[in-house]
Structures are given as C-alpha cells and as structure tokens.
C-alpha cells in the first residue's frame, strides 16, 4: 500500500497556508504516523479503555482560530539561540533556531520550530523568552524529518509520551486541500502508566489496566458515516477512521489538537461534538512494528474497496469440476427443474431417433416422467442419464462431456452476488452522532492564561461557559473545581487556599465563570497545577497542566552557544 504522506507548508505563526516548493516530508512514507489503520484488528482491552476516558463523551477540537497549538516555519539561516534546558537529562542540547517572535502556547510554553532548509522540527516545553536569542525550556527535543529514529526509550520530548506534536496536528491547510493523510494526537483525562510503540515514555496512571497506555491508537468505528458532515469536519473524521489517532498527554477527554488558523470556523469544529466517544475503538499496532526502537512500520493490508465483496465468490466456478463426476446429473436436475419443465427440452427429442430403434417406442413414455424415469428406460444406454443434462445442449446431444460444461451457467448466478446492498445499511447506523440527552450546552474552558513575569510566579486563569441558554437547550453552569495536579504552587480560590492535590471548592449555584490565582512557592523550581472542572450537564472535564520553569538565576545547566 503506498502510504499518504505529511507535508510541510509555508506557513508564518502558526497559521497554515499553501504548500511551498521548499516543503519537508514529515518522516518518510513508511513511518508509523503515515501508516493506515483501518484494516488492522480491535485491541483486546479497547472496549475497557473507551470507557476508562469517557464513552459518554463527546469529540472536541483543542483549537480554533485563535486556539491551539501554535509552530513557526524558519528558514535554515535562522540564528540559533541560547537555550537553557532544566531537564537536560531527557533533552536534546539543540540546536534550537528561534526568532524573537516566536509564537509559545499559553499556559504550557510549548514552543514548535520547523527548519524548512535542514527539515529538523525543534519543539520545546516551558519555555519562555528572557532576553533577546535567549530562551529557557523545561524541556527541549529534536527531530529529523527524514529519519524513522525515535527518541532513547523513557525520554518525554514536549509532550508526555515521547512524540513529536507537530506531526499531530490538524492543519487548516490540509482540511481546505481535502484530506489529513496522517495520523492525529489527542488527549485523555488519565494514561496508564505504561506506553506503546512508538510513544517512549509511560503516563502517570499507575498499573491500571482499565486505562489506556501513552500512545495507544485509536481509530473512529465505521458506524458514523462522516458523508453527513460539514466539508471540513467530514475530512477530519476521514482521517480518524483512516489513520487514527494516538494518545499524547493528560488532558479533556477526547481532546483533538490542532493549529490555530483564523480559517477555522466554529460550526465546522463544533460539529465535531457530535460524535460520541463510544464510538472509537483502540487499535492492535503490533503487526505492524518492525523494531521497538524505530518508527518505521509495516504498512497493513490494503483496504478493500466497498463494491469488491463480488469477487471473493469466485471460489463458486471452483466446484465446476463437480459436474464431470457422474453423481452431478442428480443435483444439476434439482437446480434447475424451473428451466427444466420449458419446452426447449422437448424439442431435443427430436435428435433421439439417431439411438436406434430403441427412441422411437420409449421417447414418448419418456416424454412425461423426463425427470423421474430417464435413468429407467435407459438402463443400458447410460448415455442417456448424461443426455438429461444434454436437454440444456440442444446442438450436441450426442456429446455427453460438453453437458457436464453446462452446469457452469448454474454458477454464474452464484457469482452475482446481490447482497451487495446489504452493505449500506451499515452506513446508515449512525444513531451514535445524535445527542442522548437535551441538556447540550457547551462545555467549559480555559478563557485565558497569562505566562507568569513576576517572579514569584503569579498567574490567573480564568474557567467559564462558552455560552448558556439558547433555544432548547439547557442552562449550564460549573459546580466544583478540583486540583488534578499540583507541584511547587499554591492556588487561590474566591479566597479559598489549595496546595494539595484533591483538594476542592464547591461554588455557588448558577457560577458562570470561576478566577483561579496561582503562585509559585519556590522560585528556584517549576512549578505546575492543573484542575478538575465539574459543570451541570457534561461531567468532569480536565485542564492542560499550567505552570512554568525555574527562574533562570542559577548556573545554566545546558547552553547550546549561538553562532551567526
């Protein structure tokens, strides 16, 4: 199978435009992120894994026109800048070619950088500009586009498993283009704590069964027809069925992350929510891992196209060599005594006088019990056991070899197979896009985060609904915040104090928006925080971790130096 492959494209901050003659192939045709999946077989613990992430849930794009997950494409004469690592024991010295205005995602500081001239992705955690070409990350991978290598096993890059983010991404550009050849990322309130191929580090949920490993695969079932989607929703869940998508990081359940592009419109990403989390499945990827350290896979088997099934009969013409043998006669009369009985056959009575004399007395006994008694008065004449069959034959009566040739015709109805439509009802079970209940308003999100510049690492992040009300649909309003995540930072809530994980505020009735303050108690260290958010109707729904690095007043642990 020739596997579809990801494109670079011109592009500026984050915003994705047409494809340049300087583009990159992101990982060669043959790497695990360009392979199908849709023929490969449901992992045994998928149905488990579905509901530990929430099969009442519903799909939900992690970006917008002005969300997301931002990258910068740099030509390769761009400066390297100076880059401080925290975590340079799982990080990749550089080099990092950055410019000033490079674009860093709120609240994570995570930083993507394509060099279009070397075909390097550069992508970053924490990261955040301190002075002119000077940087500091928590931390920092390199990735070259042309190689299968992965990352050392144990190693995360910028997000948790492992993986590179920008491969990943939905693009706005390849939605206009019509297809997504590639598979997506996507996140999960929690991920067991081990991975699998080719994610390279474990997730924070402990042995659990019940829950997904980082870089688990999963695919969109087949039972939603994207047919009825808008455009660009229909080119997304495309590639969902096609190529899947792989479990990166902790976050919203069903989370998709894609780019920020201002072409991107809210009905076309809010059709999305639509479809119900029941019905994705997880994917076996093993049969396709040639070496664990490697991203070079196995293509699956060619997908069969949906008018084919015809073909796979043509095993019928294989029982042809049935009829040669002498017991076929019995059952070629009784699959076809309603051609039988037409008066063709009695018309070939008619070559019966070159028997002998014998024709003329028996033929018209004969005549009437053809298909009972034609053995009986030919007890000698075996001939003429064959020359019922011959009744379908006219012009060669006396050939008993070509009416075993005859039964053939019988076959051909065989091969036209007529349940082909049976197959279009399954496009119509798509019962599972249709909401459950009538309590559909939207979910709750992060309204904004700003990077802390005070030293003491003072941020707010504010919670609200996207909207409430509306015709038909009922009143939302948020219920709990809870602290999922916690490391190195104290939280302020309506006045309520939280440094501990679990630790929760119950709001009032009808709390529309929430503002949540966050502080760093040691300056020398990172810090980090993320919650969970309880509303009215959706159920739980989990931020992205906030935080930020160390304040870079000690000795810099790893310099890549800049050179012109």
């Given at each position: 199978?020739g ?17 340049a ?40 794009a ?6 997301g ?60 500009r ?120 902790p ?33 076996d ?80 006994p004969?005549s ?62 798509t ?25 003491n ?10 909207s ?25 809530i ?7 994980l ?44 906030f935080g ?17």
């Amino acid at each position: 199978m020739g596997a579809a492959v990801l494109v670079l494209a011109s592009v500026g901050i984050g915003q994705a435009g047409p494809a340049a003659a300087d583009t990159c192939r992101v990982f060669p045709a043959d790497n695990a992120w360009n392979q199908r999946v849709d023929t490969l077989p449901v992992h045994p613990n998928s149905t488990e894994w579905v509901k530990s992430i929430g099969e009442t849930e519903r799909l939900r794009a992690l970006f917008s026109a002005t969300d997301g997950i931002p990258y910068q494409l740099l030509a390769g004469s761009t400066a390297r800048a100076r880059v401080t690592i925290v975590r340079n024991g799982e990080s990749d010295p550089g080099p990092y070619r950055l410019r000033d205005d490079t674009p860093v995602e709120d609240g994570t500081g995570r930083v993507l950088v394509l060099d279009r001239d070397r075909c390097l992705l550069a992508e970053m955690s924490g990261a955040v500009r301190t002075g002119p070409s000077t940087w500091t990350a928590t931390a920092g991978a390199v990735f070259d586009l042309g190689s299968n290598d992965l990352r050392p096993d144990g190693w995360a890059s910028a997000d948790q498993a492992g993986l590179p983010i920008y491969p990943g991404l939905a693009r706005f550009d390849e939605v206009e283009r019509g297809a997504i050849n590639h598979a997506l990322r996507f996140s999960a309130p929690q991920i067991g704590g081990r991975h699998y191929w080719p994610a390279r580090r474990d997730g924070d949920g402990g042995i659990d069964p019940s829950l997904p490993p980082a870089g688990t695969r999963f695919r969109l079932r087949s039972i939603v027809n994207p047919a009825g989607f808008s455009p660009r929703a229909r080119v997304i869940l495309t590639a969902l069925q096609k190529y899947g998508m792989l479990l990166a990081e902790p976050g919203p359940a069903w989370g998709l992350s894609g780019a920020p592009d201002p072409g991107w419109d809210e009905a076309s990403l809010a059709e999305l929510e639509e479809v119900f989390c029941a019905s994705f499945e997880a994917v076996d990827v093993s049969s396709m891992v040639i070496d664990g350290g490697s991203g070079q896979a196995i293509p699956p088997p060619t997908p069969v196209p949906p008018g084919t099934p015809g073909p796979t009969s043509t095993p019928a013409p294989t029982k042809t060599p049935l009829p040669t043998t002498t017991p076929e006669p019995t059952p070629t009369v009784t699959f076809t005594p309603s051609p039988e009985p037409t008066e063709t056959p009695k018309p070939t009575r008619t070559p019966r006088p070159t028997k002998t004399a014998e024709p003329t007395s028996t033929p018209v006994p004969t005549s009437t019990p053809v298909p009972t008694s034609t053995p009986v008065p030919t007890s000698t004449p075996i001939p003429t056991a064959t020359n019922t069959p011959t009744i379908t034959n006219t012009p060669l009566p006396t050939n008993t070899p070509l009416p075993t040739n005859t039964p053939t015709p019988t076959n051909t109805p065989t091969v036209t197979n007529t349940p082909r439509p049976t197959n279009t009802p399954t496009v119509t079970l798509t019962p599972t896009v249709t909401p459950v209940s009538a309590c559909r308003p939207e979910r709750p999100y992060i309204d904004s985060y700003q990077i802390p510049l005070h030293p003491n690492g003072i941020a707010r992040i504010t919670v609200t609904i996207e909207s409430n009300g509306g015709s038909g649909i009922g009143k939302n309003s948020l219920n709990i915040i809870s602290v999922s995540d916690i490391e190195n930072a104290s939280v302020d809530i309506n006045g309520e104090i939280l440094d501990d994980l679990g630790e929760e505020v119950i709001l009032d009735d009808e709390t529309d928006a929430v503002d949540i303050d966050v502080e760093r108690i040691n300056p020398d260290a990172p810090f980090r925080v993320a919650f969970m958010v309880i509303d009215e109707c959706n159920g739980p729904f989990y931020t992205r971790p906030f935080g930020g690095p160390a304040q870079p007043t000690p000795t810099p642990t790893s310099t890549s130096t800049p050179t012109p």
